[in-house]
């Protein structure tokens, strides 16, 4: 019998198997796919090998007024795939790599929990006296008429030989507004677009409305109040049809829209594992679920989604698991969104309580009146 068995080797699973083997648990990791989850493999670091390529393409574009004659004679996007693949390869090895130095046993399997004190693999039944749920997210295309081939999904964007013509991107969140700022910087015309009132609802609207102002600079065009409702073949193409305020067809070539849905197909009702109403894992400030003795960490419980914040949580729920009484402060999570210039946000997650008012005070800097713009080149941002 294990002491804890970790379902799910994203960053909070991962965590979770070493901190409670740290405190003298025997562990068990159960992953079938890569260990790292989407973070290391299909999302985050990927799309920030891109970003980086991406970056590096606008500063050669520009470095003339430093001096520097230089032009770009090719584009090898196969080179920056391969780089895509061999960074995730890499981390994925030295994770394995300290798993193993931990005493951790990695099993490259589906757990299916049968009960809060068992989980069936393919072929045998494994028992522990604590469990924690790490199964993070899967990225899901909505049933969109006319989707069909004119779909463009992560994994297509982030594995691309070649660049669309044009793309219409359906989303609002940090990895849409990354997604549209890479597909731009290397020839797509992109066209973003949400049903909402702005772009990045999840942040404050200041910074909303500045990075707007950047993408419109860049080329991007950014459409609020619009939703995708069909797509419709055309010649050389197909015609996207938004509705909205007022409607719009736009002429593209490719589309990219998806949802994140959590990965809840493991047995839950079996164990007694409740939902909220969202479809995610309802924990309590400890990372307990509704069944004693199983905790749930990371994308697969909501909030914000952020590989830092699963990490700190496989900590908090590893050391619960092992007899102490540590929580979780969702409120107090960093953040930094970067598809401009880097962005770096330490705040209350939450509305904050009254009583904490008078710790925080605001103060707005144009980066016009410091220095470090002026050397970069970059004048449009702000520090707060």
């Known amino acids: 019998m294990y002491d804890v068995i970790v379902i799910g080797g994203g960053p909070g699973g991962y965590a979770a198997g070493i901190r409670a083997s740290q405190l003298g648990a025997r562990v068990a990791l159960l992953e ?42 090719t584009i090898d996007l196969q080179a920056i795939v391969d780089r895509r693949n061999g960074v995730p390869s890499d981390l994925q090895m030295g994770m394995a790599g300290l798993c193993k130095s931990y005493g951790i046993d990695v099993i490259a399997e589906q757990g299916i929990l049968q009960n809060p004190r068992e989980v069936k693999i393919e072929g045998k039944t494994l028992e522990a006296k604590k469990m924690i749920i790490a199964t993070g997210c899967a990225l899901q295309v909505p049933d969109i008429p006319g989707m069909g081939e004119a779909a463009m999904t992560m994994d297509d964007m982030l594995g691309m030989t070649q660049v669309p ?55 991007i065009e950014v459409l609020p109040r619009l939703t995708l409702e069909s797509m419709n073949k055309s010649k050389g193409g197909y015609e996207a049809v938004l509705s909205g305020r007022e409607n719009k067809t736009l002429a ?5 829209t998806s949802t994140r849905r959590p990965n809840t197909d493991l047995g839950l ?14 924990v309590n400030d400890h990372l307990e679920t509704s069944a004693e003795g199983i905790y749930a960490i990371g994308d697969v419980t909501g909030g914000w989604m952020l590989s830092y914040a699963a990490t700190s949580m496989g900590v908090t729920a590893a050391e619960n698991a092992m007899g102490q009484t540590s929580a979780f402060n969702s409120n107090l999570v960093p953040g930094v969104f970067g598809p401009c210039r880097k ?18 005070r605001l103060a707005i800097v144009p980066w016009l009146l410091t220095v470090w713009p002026w050397l970069m080149m970059k004048w449009t941002g702000i520090s707060r």
Not at 269 to 282: K, N, R, S, T
Request: hydrophobic share 45%.
């Open 165 to 219: 013509a044009s793309l219409l991107i359906q989303g609002a969140e940090a990895m849409d507004v990354e997604m549209a700022v890479i597909m731009n910087t290397f020839g797509a015309k992109v066209y973003l677009a949400t049903d909402g009132a702005r772009i990045l609802p999840r942040e404050d609207g200041n910074t909303s409305q500045r990075i707007t102002k950047a993408l419109r600079e860049q080329g």
């Open 32 to 73: 079938p796919t890569h260990i790292g989850g989407i973070c290391v493999n299909r999302g985050c670091i990927p799309a920030k090998i891109w970003m980086q390529a991406a970056r590096r393409k606008r500063m050669i574009e520009r470095a003339d007024v430093f001096g520097i004659k230089a032009k770009i004679e």
């Open 343 to 360: 962005r770096l946000r330490w705040e209350f997650r939450k509305k904050m309580p009254i009583k904490w008012t008078w710790m925080l």
């Open 252 to 256: 593209v070539a490719r589309v990219s």
């Open 269 to 282: 009702d079996q164990a007694g594992v409740e939902l909220d109403e969202d479809g995610f894992i309802a």
